[in-house]
């Protein structure tokens, strides 16, 4: 295992983290998280392949610039990519960080030898965050960032989810603010409008990588439908519904996760041709 903090990125310092041996792994975090909440999947990929984790420019231990931009997140991950001398990489992405895997596939297809889509949409006038905010603008009128978030959060789970696993998104929330790694109200605002506008469908047919597609039933963030979308899109795409998860199929069903994308990541790729 090592750490990379301070990685310099085209004058961004980025927290990157490289773990276990293979081929490489890029894993990329959801918005207003970090590395910390990929932990149980880093420890579990990382004995099948090289991964490599970074907080994303705005989030975690990296920089936090006053405005950046989706492209600005793309170009990221290709510049760790050529920091690290990987020409091709499996690469992996949560909520946000599925709209990055994206770009990177879309940007540079030849570079990513396998994509997995946890959580995805492809398109978005706001954030699914910001959008879920709107939608519940009366309820939360006059509470502060705080308590906006813990409410938006609530509502990430299915239905059925146990109160002991909603817990441990608390503490997730709990462990970033004594380690540092919270966003401040200003921060979060430029992380949500860096997601702002963007679409990828018409592209995502160049897409050239197998690709893997994960939805949770219950996601009031980004829903089953979002998924169809990519997964009908991209040539060489399946896609996988986990039936007792919303938006946190890490926290809700974490174990048929990690089997789902191991088992795709260890396929022998389909012809492409």
């Avoid at 990513?112 to 959008?131: C, E, I, M, Q």
């Avoid at 909603?166 to 949500?192: H, I, K, V, Y």
Wanted: hydrophobic content about 40%.
């Amino acid at each position: 295992m090592a750490y990379l903090p301070g990685m310099n990125v085209g004058g961004t310092e980025l927290h990157v983290e490289d773990h276990g041996h293979g081929p490489p792994l890029v894993m990329l975090h959801g918005l207003g998280s970090n590395v910390e909440w990929l932990r149980p999947e880093i420890e579990q990929l990382s004995r099948i392949r090289r991964v490599i984790a970074l907080d994303s420019r705005g989030h975690g231990r990296s920089d936090r610039p006053a405005a950046y931009t989706l492209a600005d997140h793309v170009s990221d991950v290709l510049g760790v990519m050529d920091a690290l001398g990987l020409e091709r990489a499996d690469v992996m992405g949560t909520s946000m960080g599925s709209y990055v895997a994206q770009g990177v596939a879309i940007r540079a297809p030849q570079r990513v030898s396998k994509l997995v889509l946890v959580v995805p949409k492809a398109s978005g006038t706001t954030s699914s965050v910001a959008r879920l905010i709107g939608e519940h603008a009366a309820e939360l009128e006059g509470k502060s960032n705080d308590e906006v978030l813990a409410f938006i959060g609530g509502l990430m789970f299915a239905p059925t989810t146990s109160p002991e696993v909603r817990a441990r998104r608390d503490q997730g929330t709990q462990r970033d603010m004594e380690l540092g790694l919270s966003l401040t109200p200003g921060q979060f605002q430029a992380a949500n409008r860096a997601l702002e506008g963007f679409d990828f469908r018409p592209e995502l047919p160049r897409v050239t990588a197998p690709t893997l597609v994960i939805s949770g039933r219950h996601d009031p963030l980004n829903p089953p439908a979002e998924g169809e979308v990519i997964a009908r899109s991209i040539p060489y795409a399946r896609m996988v519904v986990l039936e007792r998860s919303g938006h946190l199929p890490s926290l809700e069903e974490p174990d048929e996760l990690v089997e789902i994308i191991r088992d795709f990541l260890q396929q022998e790729p389909a012809p492409t041709s």
